[in-house]
C-alpha cells in the first residue's frame, strides 16, 4: 500500500457492477495499526459476468454478490432460477460470497412486509446452497455499513494472498 499525506492508497481497484442500483462506495475505512490513517479505495463501474464486487485484473477469480433483506426475499422467490444460474457462476470462481444486508436474527423474524417468501423458506435454501456450492461464503450481517466492510475486506484478502505468492 502506498502511504502519500496521511493516506493509505489501496493497491489494487474495486469493480462495481454497473447493474448495482445503490452501490457500496468504500469511504470513511481506515488501515490498520499504527497510524490508522484513511484509506483511498479506487473504484471503477463496468459489467460483472457473475456477481455486485470483484477486484480489477481477477474477475474470473473473486466475486462478493450483495443482497438486502428484501432483494434476498424477492430473489428467493420470484427470481430464484436466475439466481440459482448466478450460483452455479459463482461456484466457478476461486472464492465467492453471498453479503447479506441482514443477520440472521433479521432474517427469521422480520421478513419484508410484501414478501410471500416465509423465512424458514429461505434459511433452508441458503443451507442448501451451502452445500451444494462449498466455495461460496454466505455473509449475513446486522448493517449495511457492516456488509460493506466485509466485502473490502474479503477483496482485500484475496488480493494481499495473491499478490504474497
Not at 58 to 86: A, C, H, I, M, P
Not at 127 to 150: D, G, L, S
Request: with cysteine.
Amino acid at each position: 500500500m502506498t502511504t502519500i499525506d496521511d493516506v493509505i492508497i489501496v493497491p489494487f481497484t474495486v469493480i462495481v457492477d454497473s447493474r448495482e442500483q445503490s452501490p457500496f462506495h468504500f469511504h470513511g475505512f481506515n488501515g490498520d495499526a499504527p497510524k490508522h490513517l484513511p484509506l483511498v479505495i479506487p473504484t471503477k463501474i463496468a459489467g460483472l459476468k457473475s456477481g455486485d464486487y470483484s477486484i480489477q485484473g481477477y474477475e474470473d477469480q473473486v466475486s462478493v454478490e450483495r443482497k438486502s433483506l428484501e432483494d434476498l426475499f424477492n430473489t428467493l422467490g420470484n427470481g430464484r432460477e436466475r439466481f440459482e444460474r448466478e450460483l452455479e457462476r459463482l461456484a466457478e470462481m476461486e472464492f465467492a460470497a453471498v453479503v447479506i444486508e441482514a443477520d440472521w436474527s433479521a432474517i427469521l423474524t422480520s421478513p419484508p412486509p410484501r414478501s410471500k417468501m416465509r423465512p424458514k423458506s429461505i434459511y433452508r435454501s441458503i443451507i442448501a446452497w451451502q452445500q451444494r456450492y462449498p466455495v461460496i461464503h454466505w455473509w449475513p450481517c446486522a448493517t449495511k455499513n457492516f456488509a460493506e466492510r466485509t466485502t473490502f475486506r474479503m477483496l482485500q484478502r484475496f488480493w494481499l494472498d495473491k499478490n504474497e505468492e
